[in-house]
């Protein structure tokens, strides 16, 4: 059973699916997990597919739409803003201990791909998030700094920096923004896994309409200097369940959150033959990933 909601998050209202677990009584307190999407992505696509297994496991789950994305309100539209992103996890905590049916005191988090890293910030300083999960794990700042497959820089950073201070300038006299495609075009990919990052979101294996796949170029600034990982070596002392292909150009990402993070309960699974995409839809990956992170949450939320 699923309810679509929405609650606030200061000004904005953010939009939500809440997937219930079988034979839900509303007289009980549940275990909750927020489930948060990929860049890019919205709430209907892999955030769903683990927020509905996990509600099939006991858990009440909460896929949501990152503010100025998806359904959620917020201008301008498609911003990727590193820290509005951490901020909405923790609003939708806020919006989970206001029901009666959620035990406030057991909420976990699981983020996908990008939200691998903003799970991570947001429970590093979010200790009503008991335990997190990640899936294609990645810091999104530090890949801009190493590359996807962590051997170097995909792009000259201070040139790019430059550029986008001149966007910046352009857009506050009056230029139309510039808007990206995190993806890009078929004909232009140059990294081999890409081609099942395009085929995710632009055919029908699982593109959405409200998922343009777009992000403003001036958001870079923002990204380029944020930081997942920072201090999670002291802070981040919560359980940490990390999963990652073993083909995927991101596993350097899972093996430095499971190196660096203060947690004592760690455990990375790699998923072998698979690449950073595969653990996103395929049911071959996704269903052994919820059956091990069942009792993962069950005995620590």
Not at 26 to 45: D, I, M, R, T
Not at 243 to 248: I, K, L
Not at 263 to 282: C, R
Request: net charge negative; aromatic share 8%; hydrophobic share 40%.
């Amino acid at each position: 059973m699923t309810q679509k909601v929405n609650f606030k998050n200061r000004n904005l209202m953010m939009a939500g699916i809440i997937f219930l677990p079988e034979g839900f009584d509303e007289n009980k307190k549940y275990a909750s997990l927020v489930v948060s999407h990929p860049a890019g992505g919205v709430k209907e696509q892999t955030a769903a597919i683990y927020a509905e297994k996990m509600a099939g496991k006991g858990f009440v789950t909460l896929a949501f739409d990152a503010t100025y994305q998806g359904e959620s309100t917020g201008e301008p539209r498609h911003l990727e803003d590193p820290n509005a992103r951490v901020a909405d996890i923790s609003a939708t905590v806020d919006y989970l201990t206001t029901l009666p049916y959620v035990d406030a005191d057991k909420i976990g988090a699981i983020g996908i791909c990008a939200s691998g890293g903003y799970v991570t910030a947001a429970t590093k300083q979010d200790h009503r998030i008991k335990a997190m999960a990640s899936v294609s794990g990645v810091d999104i700042g530090e890949m801009y700094h190493v590359g996807w497959n962590g051997n170097g820089p995909d792009m000259d950073i201070p040139a790019t920096l430059e550029a986008i201070g001149k966007q910046r300038t352009a857009e506050a006299n009056g230029a139309e923004p510039l808007v990206l495609d995190w993806i890009g075009k078929k004909e232009d990919i140059r990294i081999p896994e890409m081609q099942d990052g395009y085929d995710y979101y632009k055919t029908d294996r699982a593109q959405h309409c409200n998922a343009s796949g777009e992000l403003r170029f001036v958001d870079l600034q923002a990204l380029i200097a944020f930081r997942a990982y920072d201090r999670i070596d002291t802070l981040l002392t919560q359980p940490i369940l990390i999963f990652a292909g073993s083909e995927a150009g991101t596993l350097w990402s899972s093996r430095l959150l499971n190196e660096k993070a203060a947690s004592k309960d760690k455990q990375l699974i790699i998923m072998q033959g698979a690449n950073h995409f595969d653990l996103y839809d395929q049911p071959e990956y996704t269903g052994k990933i919820a059956d091990q992170m069942e009792p993962f949450f069950k005995n620590h939320l």
